[in-house]
C-alpha cells in the first residue's frame, strides 16, 4: 500500500513537472514551488546512492515527523526481509512495535495526502484556471488507512473450523 501512495504522489508530480517547464505567472510559479516540496514530502523522492545512501538512510528521525510513502515502503520491505531469513520463528516484540509504529506512520500519511488532494491540489488547480492554464488532473485517492491492531487469541478461544 504505502508503494501504491507513493505511485499516485508520483502521477501528480510528474504532471506538475511538465507544468513547471512552461513560462508560468509568478504567482503560480511559486505556488507550483512550494506543491512540489509538499509532494515531495509526502511521496518521497529518488533515493540517493552509494555511501550518501546510507548515511541519510541512518539519520535519527524525529519522532513526529511525517513519513513519505518511499520511507515506509522501505521500512516494510526491510522488516518483512528480516522475517524471511529461513527461520521459522514469531516476529519479536520489537519487530511488531515496529510494524505498529510503521503503520501508524502511514495512517498519518494517507491522511495528509488526502488533506493535500482536497485543499492545496483543488486550490492550485483553481489558480491555474485563473490563469487560463491546464489543470492537473486528480485522481481519487486510492489508498486507504488500515487496521494498525495486533491482536492474538489463545488457542483455547479460538473456534474449531
Known sequence: QSYEGHQEVSVVTAELATLMH???PKDV????KTLKASLKKIGGGKPPVGFLAFIMSHRAQKPNALRSFLAL?????????M?????????????IA???SDCRNYDRTVAAWKAMQTHQLTGFNALLAKNHLPGLRL????????SCRIGFRPARLRQPL
Open 22 to 24: 512552461r513560462k508560468l
Open 29 to 32: 510559479a511559486a505556488q507550483a
Open 73 to 81: 515502503n522501505d521500512n516494510d520491505n526491510t522488516l518483512v526481509s
Open 83 to 95: 522475517m524471511q531469513v529461513g527461520y521459522d520463528m514469531a516476529p519479536t516484540p520489537t519487530q
Open 98 to 100: 515496529t510494524w505498529v
Open 139 to 146: 485522481e481519487p485517492v486510492k489508498v486507504a488507512a488500515r
